[in-house]
């Protein structure tokens, strides 16, 4: 009986002592184990509705509370704590008398899920690698074009983000998490797929023939992305993208973003990205973060432009202030 | 001799009964690889790249060649000739209904969605002048449109209902032997049909017939129904072509951009103030 109830409680302390790792997938424990069930054809299937809303407020770099520690040596009740006051931080930036209602994103938002302190997992060091010379010298050009023609927050249109415009949150920034909207759905084909992105609404398709990319002539928005599997992973290699609006003001000409998919899990999908510009950082460099298959997050039609009467507002509330100021200068005169 | 004819005469016997039904491959044109004509599950293989020939998205009735609303874009605004998809030849609209049909087309430049680079709607999507690539799996089919990065996944599970009512509508599909019927709900009133100013209510159901004709030919039907707008259901049809150039892809349209001074241009800061 004794005996029983000792080997019980070894077990629950081994299930206890093992589990940091089980939920640490991203950082590829769970990898070795597990195989993806495949396709009707033979590709692993990475099929169904994801969503990353519990990656959100994680950020890009080491912070430097964690100087000189490793990524995956933060785990447990201390990444439990980061995540709880990034929560509260989050809530508590949305508090005020002009807010959507609470139960519109709040039940939902449980950073304390969140898997990791931080997303870049290469250089190990956490930090972005310097900026090249060239793009020191490509940022100062754009700093020097804004100084010679200052522009208001709110001149026109174009003075806001391509995301207030509902365009694009471009890439990767498509798959990176907010407090809403971070459904994500795959749909494959033999020769294709498919990823489909609820915020602003964006639908990737990549063929996996291994064509060649488009001329260099053509640019769009989410670049020109084309797949392969390697093994149980996919792997999508993106060019192609527009001047001044690719990744952290990166040469559109130049910058690949080689995103690796990877099923950990029954549930669990790693996404790894690597930014390679020769000429903005001295070196490649990786984050990634689990993506959580989720069948009760599907992705809903986003008509974000449609629907843009925030982008109405914040040109018209801008041109009501010049003209109140205007009144205001003439009353005073 | 005699024996030799035979085999020949069953040889192209063979080939003559292998070639009726859909074969099991599918001889690309264009220097496009052969595909495969049933997919994985033994369906249809729908997958590819597709786009209208039509003039429907011009007016889905029968139309006389016109000018454009602008005359500064000359003959490059203007509106070809065609004749129609309608089955039977005229939308059986209300009369109320017919009446804003006609005030929809005066208005079009201010009030057609296309302008605006709204989501076009179902059927519309289909025969816009732009291509559309359907991404054929066993659950699900999603057919992802170039214009205004508009898609939509068809749910080929257990039927679901619309959440909420939305531009591009909810679709709940099936196979009805080896066509694809797609049985379209929830759609809002804000899309419409053609640049004509042909429209529908919130009413709108739409029932398509995705049918493979051959290599590089979908047979393309809806029934739309919509009991507020129209006095009877209707329907149109069409032929929906492979676009069978080397590497084809779509190019992503993101047309908001291009709309934007049409939207907003009113709200832009004046520089002489």
Not at chain 1, 59 to 82: H, M, N, S, V, Y
Not at chain 1, 301 to 307: A, L, V
Request: with cysteine.
């Amino acid at each position: 009986m004794s005996r029983l109830f000792l080997a019980s409680v070894l077990a629950i302390a081994i299930a206890i002592a093992a589990a940091p790792l089980a939920t640490s997938p991203v950082l590829g424990q769970a990898a070795r184990t597990y195989t993806a069930p495949k396709t009707a054809w033979g590709h692993p299937d990475l099929q169904g509705w994801y969503s990353n809303l519990s990656e959100n407020g994680t950020p890009l770099e080491r912070p430097d509370q964690f100087a000189g520690r490793k990524l995956e040596d933060i785990t447990g009740a201390e990444l439990q704590a980061i995540k709880k006051a990034a929560q509260d931080r989050t809530i508590a930036s949305f508090a005020g008398p002009l807010h959507a209602p609470e139960d519109w994103w709040q039940k939902d938002l449980n950073m304390v899920k969140g898997s990791q302190a931080w997303l870049v997992i290469d250089p190990t060091d956490g930090k972005i690698p310097p900026l090249t010379e060239a793009a020191l010298a490509r940022n100062a050009a754009r700093a020097e074009a804004r100084r010679a023609n200052p522009r208001g927050p709110a001149d026109s249109w174009e003075d806001r983000s391509l995301y207030d415009r509902c365009i694009t949150r471009g890439l990767p920034g498509s798959m990176m998490p907010a407090i809403y909207g971070n459904s994500y759905q795959i749909v494959q084909s033999p020769d294709y797929v498919a990823i489909r992105y609820e915020m602003i609404h964006e639908t990737r398709l990549i063929p996996l023939d291994g064509r060649p990319h488009v001329s260099s002539k053509v640019r769009t928005h989410m670049g020109d992305a084309r797949g392969r599997w390697e093994g149980d992973t996919l792997v999508v290699e993106t060019t192609n993208f527009r001047e001044g609006e690719a990744y952290r003001g990166s040469n559109g000409a130049t910058l690949r973003v080689i995103e690796r998919f990877t099923r950990v899990g029954p549930t669990t999908v790693k996404w790894q990205v690597t930014l390679d510009d020769p000429s903005t950082w001295a070196r490649p460099w990786t984050f990634a973060m689990p993506l959580t298959m989720d069948d009760t997050q599907p992705v809903l039609e986003y008509s974000c432009h449609e629907g843009n009467l925030g982008l109405r507002n914040i040109l018209s509330a801008a041109r009501a202030e010049e003209k109140a100021a205007q009144e205001a200068a003439k009353a005073g005169r | 001799m005699k024996n030799r004819f035979s085999v020949a005469l069953a040889l192209t016997l063979v080939v003559i009964l292998s070639s009726s039904a859909i074969p099991l491959k599918l001889k690309g044109q264009g220097g496009a690889p052969a595909r495969p004509a049933r997919t994985p599950d033994g369906r249809p293989n729908l997958n590819g790249i597709w786009q209208a020939m039509s003039t429907a998205h011009w007016d889905l009735e029968d139309h006389s060649p016109a000018a454009g609303p602008l005359y500064q874009m000359g003959a490059v605004g203007a509106t070809p000739g065609g004749q129609g998809v309608v089955e039977g030849g005229a939308i059986p609209y209300k009369p109320e209904a017919l009446a804003k049909k006609k005030i929809n087309f005066a208005s079009r430049l201010s009030l057609d969605p296309e302008v605006k680079c709204y989501m076009p709607g179902i059927p519309r999507a289909t025969y816009m002048p732009f291509p559309f690539q359907i991404v054929q799996s066993p659950n699900m089919i999603l057919m992802a449109y170039e214009f205004a990065s508009s898609d939509r996944v068809i749910n080929m599970g257990k039927r679901v209902e619309a959440a909420v009512d939305t531009w591009m509508g909810t679709a709940n599909g099936k196979w009805e032997g080896d066509t694809l019927v797609v049985d379209n709900t929830g759609f809002n009133d804000q899309t419409w049909f053609d640049r004509a100013g042909n429209f529908h209510s919130d009413q709108l159901r739409v029932v398509e017939r995705f049918t493979l004709m051959g290599p590089d030919h979908i047979q393309y039907e809806a029934t739309i129904e919509d009991p507020q707008t129209f006095t009877r259901p209707w329907k149109i049809s069409m032929p929906l072509y492979r676009r069978v150039e080397k590497n084809v892809q779509l190019t992503d349209f993101k047309c908001v951009e291009f709309a934007e001074e049409l939207l907003y241009g009113h709200l832009r800061k004046d520089p002489s103030k």
